[in-house]
């Protein structure tokens, strides 16, 4: 049972007993809850969705949106989707047939790559679909009456606050800040004189929308060579964190291979290792399996403190090799939403722009976009590498912007460190 289950069965019993409901959120899987009774509103955007504000926004209707992301996918849910299907073409389809049951049924009457793509991807759909499927049937211990606003426990409250150090929080309930919200406690990382992050050369005061900077100077290595690779894996073994990232054939991770790696342990350097690229001319690269072997000790030692972003789709990817990644430490995408948990984006593009002030390569660059796009595999390895590089390069220095901040406030440490990594 996960949140949104919850948050899906009140809001239909609600609904049921005749109230009007609206959910603020900013997924796009909560519209599948929309009715007559229920409307979402997105308080970053101050837009709301009503029954015809989805059938606008998606081009289907509410009760066809469990369907749209089962062939849409959406790699924030992990719903690994069907290939070459995207928002466009998933309303196409089911304005055609209705809905996934029925274009199921008549899955050999697609023609083209999406029908090919489809027919190869139906034994998938039902997990798609289980997986976009919001719950309305959670056995909870309390109900929509249950959870109206009461008279404030302020013994419970002095104690959650003092014990998380919520010193904005305190005064509130005191008297003395009557406008204060739970948000200050990342302002009050400003009273500390010194923090980890000053020490290191970083703004650990800067507010998440003030950029610590970034270096100019990148040198991004593209390893080809069984020399080269020695190298590397030398100041690998000698680093005490590692970023790293894995380039794949897709976002599906329980299907997806690695097409090349790359590695950061200094700002500005980074390099790339090349695996799988197949395109006609393409230089002569590792054998993955032999590199993948070669790299299984240091991936596989939990002494060794390894860093990505959004890192448990890297370690499924190798799990998909045969590698079980230990040492996983740090995650910058946890580390972004830790520290700015309204921001709607924590995507490294986004992230990197926000805290870094740095505008880096998009997928869409490299590999291109709708119909015109290609698999990684395809991207020249000159260009692959630049992008590839640079994802763990700006890991690495949103990690070393972004800790400083998160280890300053003892109540966002603890949240980071027993709930949100264990999870």
Do not use: C
């Not at 894995?246 to 299907?255: A, H, I, Q």
């Not at 995507?347 to 698999?375: F, N």
Request: glycine share 8%; hydrophobic share 40%; proline share 5%.
């Amino acid at each position: 049972v996960e949140a949104d289950d919850v948050i899906g069965t009140l809001a239909r019993r609600a609904a049921a007993a005749g109230s009007r409901v609206l959910i603020s959120t900013g997924d796009k899987d909560m519209a599948q809850l929309v009715d007559g009774a229920i409307t979402l509103i997105n308080t970053m955007s101050n837009t709301r969705l009503d029954r015809e504000g989805v059938k606008s926004k998606f081009d289907v209707l509410p009760e066809q949106i469990i369907d749209y992301l089962a062939l849409a996918g959406d790699s924030s849910d992990n719903i690994p989707g069907i290939q070459k299907v995207g928002p466009k073409t998933a309303a196409k389809l089911l304005a055609q047939y209705g809905s996934l049951d029925n274009l199921v049924a008549h899955a050999s009457e697609v023609g083209g790559k999406v029908g090919e793509n489809l027919r190869a991807g139906l034994d998938t759909l039902e997990l798609s679909r289980k997986l976009a499927t919001i719950r309305t049937d959670v056995e909870l211990p309390i109900g929509p009456d249950d959870l109206a606003p009461g008279e404030a426990d302020v013994p419970r409250l002095r104690e959650l606050y003092s014990r998380f150090e919520l010193r904005s929080l305190l005064r509130q309930l005191d008297g003395e800040r009557p406008g204060a919200t739970g948000s200050d406690a990342r302002e009050e990382a400003a009273d500390t004189t010194a923090t980890p992050g000053a020490a290191a050369g970083h703004d650990a005061d800067a507010g998440p929308h003030q950029p610590a900077g970034a270096p100019t100077a990148r040198d991004y290595e593209t390893v080809l060579t069984r020399e080269h690779l020695q190298r590397w894996l030398t100041r690998l073994e000698q680093a005490e964190l590692i970023a790293f990232d894995t380039e794949t054939t897709g976002l599906d991770y329980m299907r997806a291979q690695i097409v090349g790696l790359s590695f950061s342990v200094e700002p500005g350097k980074a390099a790339y290792v090349p695996l799988a690229h197949d395109y006609a001319g393409a230089p002569a690269q590792l054998d993955r399996g032999e590199t993948l072997e070669t790299l299984r000790p240091l991936l596989g030692d939990p002494r060794r403190g390894k860093l990505g972003h959004h890192l448990k789709f890297d370690a499924h990817v190798l799990a998909n090799h045969g590698i079980a990644l230990e040492g996983m430490r740090y995650d910058s995408m946890l580390e972004s939403y830790v520290w700015d948990s309204v921001a709607t984006r924590h995507d490294m593009d986004s992230a990197a722009r926000r805290y870094l002030g740095v505008h880096t390569i998009a997928y869409e660059a490299v590999a291109g976009k709708g119909a015109k796009a290609i698999p990684f595999s395809q991207v020249p390895i000159a260009k692959a590498a630049e992008y590839a590089a640079e994802d763990a390069d700006i890991t690495l220095q949103l990690h070393r912007t972004l800790w400083p901040k998160i280890t300053s406030v003892p109540a966002l440490e603890r949240l980071y460190t027993e709930i949100e990594q264990p999870l």
